[in-house]
């Protein structure tokens, strides 16, 4: 087989792949803002000067060239605020976040509904994973803060007027607040459970998200994930259990500790250097060499008698 093509334009490959990544991960992240008409009336536009340009129109080839060109100038204003959003969302990301981090945002939640859990205010808190809930939720309201405790009660405080409902949460920010996500059809459900439960464990059989549930009349807590649920779990239950999904164990949790297990790693499996030793040189051989004459035994003295 002849690697030499693979050789000369490997770097060209690699260039396409990265490209195709930025530019696939970029698509999903604006077609979920308001600018989504706009990205696809650019991708339109793209597409017509394609055909244009292989069909050979001169007039529209340089018409729609010319519209683009502007564009691209354009999209810096038109997308100032989706840009600064994802430039945001790509710094929380989990290769930049450290365990501690994750830490600091479990202990939100936990002094969030253990707060709540003592009044007797209820709470469903939905942690957002891989799977967008955009396309789970029915309604919302568009909140996009920091996650706080005293921000996450005032949400669930009875006389607010978003109180009712869900809340999503992503790296630590509240995106949407008054959520309607999707109930459970499972009939062998107990009757005792209320709406915010069914609508927990529906959006964990949907998603792939962490709910967290307190319960209005008991105050008593519950979480559904992957389509289970588990009720009435004490606060150490429930911290144990969002500490298990958020920060997977044996797995570094930023650049600098992927960096550090490995090193540690290769000192741990690297053999320990021998103990720095000089040349005896031939004279010191020989003599170390040499065997020892035994020292002259010496007669013991004849004991002489008195007379």
């Not at 253990?114 to 909140?143: C, F, T």
């Not at 809340?167 to 209320?194: H, M």
């Amino acid at each position: 087989m002849n690697w030499t093509p693979i050789k000369e334009h490997w770097r060209d490959g690699v260039e396409i792949l990265l490209l195709a990544v930025v530019i696939y991960y970029a698509y999903n992240f604006l077609r979920r803002t308001r600018g989504a008409p706009i990205v696809n009336g650019l991708l339109v536009l793209l597409a017509l000067a394609f055909v244009t340009a292989a069909l050979k129109l001169e007039v529209l080839s340089w018409l729609l060239s010319a519209v683009l060109t502007l564009s691209a100038l354009a999209a810096v204003v038109i997308f100032q605020p989706e840009l600064r959003k994802l430039l945001a969302e790509l710094g929380t990301q989990r290769l930049f976040v450290t365990a501690r981090e994750q830490r600091e945002k479990i202990e939100v939640i936990i002094q969030t509904v253990e707060r709540l859990a003592d009044v007797r205010i209820g709470a469903l808190i939905a942690i957002e994973q891989k799977i967008d809930l955009q396309n789970a939720v029915e309604s919302s309201i568009v909140v996009d803060c920091e996650s706080t405790p005293e921000m996450l009660e005032t949400i669930f405080f009875p006389n607010n007027a978003i109180h009712d409902g869900g809340v999503v949460i992503k790296n630590g920010r509240i995106l949407r607040a008054a959520c309607i996500f999707p109930l459970t059809q499972r009939p062998d459900l107990s009757k005792s459970l209320g709406t915010r439960h069914r609508a927990a464990i529906g959006l964990a059989e949907e998603t792939d998200a962490l709910v967290v549930v307190v319960s209005e009349e008991t105050g008593q807590l519950s979480y559904a994930h992957n389509g289970q649920f588990t009720k009435n779990v004490t606060v150490e239950a429930l911290r144990s259990f969002l500490t298990a999904e958020l920060i997977p164990q044996g797995r570094p949790q930023n650049v600098l500790e992927w960096l550090r297990s490995h090193v540690e790693a290769w000192l741990k499996e690297r053999p320990a250097p021998a103990p720095p030793h000089s040349d005896p040189g031939p004279f010191t051989a020989a003599k170390s060499a040499r065997p020892t004459a035994a020292p002259p035994s010496v007669p013991p003295a004849k004991a002489t008698a008195k007379p």
